[in-house]
């Protein structure tokens, strides 16, 4: 079974920057396409930013150029640098695992933009 544990949420000012980190326990982790994801208040689920197994990564418009998505294969974790952070950024923000249908979520970490 695979769990996921989000860590590195919290208040910052605008302009700040954050680490978003993930751990994945079980196994094949190396295997898994990884992603980040948030949800605000009344708003959906929305992507974040997406990695391969390969080290493909793919962002939503909203984060390029100052969000980065990487993972650490041998620490079984896979990171989102926050840089320029906004307001609008504040979410509470989620770590995804997919592989050969199996999805799982993390509990997620709460991220506040705010002066």
């Known amino acids: 079974q695979v769990q996921l544990v989000e860590s590195g949420g919290g208040l910052v000012q605008p302009g700040g920057s954050l680490r978003l980190s993930c751990a994945f326990s079980g196994s094949a982790f190396r295997l898994y396409e990884m992603g980040w994801y948030r949800q605000a208040p009344g708003n959906q689920r929305e992507l974040v930013a997406t990695i391969t197994a390969g080290s493909n990564t793919n962002y939503a418009s909203s984060g390029k150029g100052r969000f980065t998505i990487s993972r650490d294969n041998a620490k079984n974790t896979v990171y989102l640098q926050m840089n320029s952070l906004k307001p609008e950024d504040t979410a509470v923000y989620y770590c995804?695992?997919?592989?050969?249908?199996?999805?799982?979520w993390g509990q997620g970490t709460q991220v506040t933009v705010s002066s």
């Open positions: 995804n695992a997919g592989w050969n249908l199996r999805i799982y």
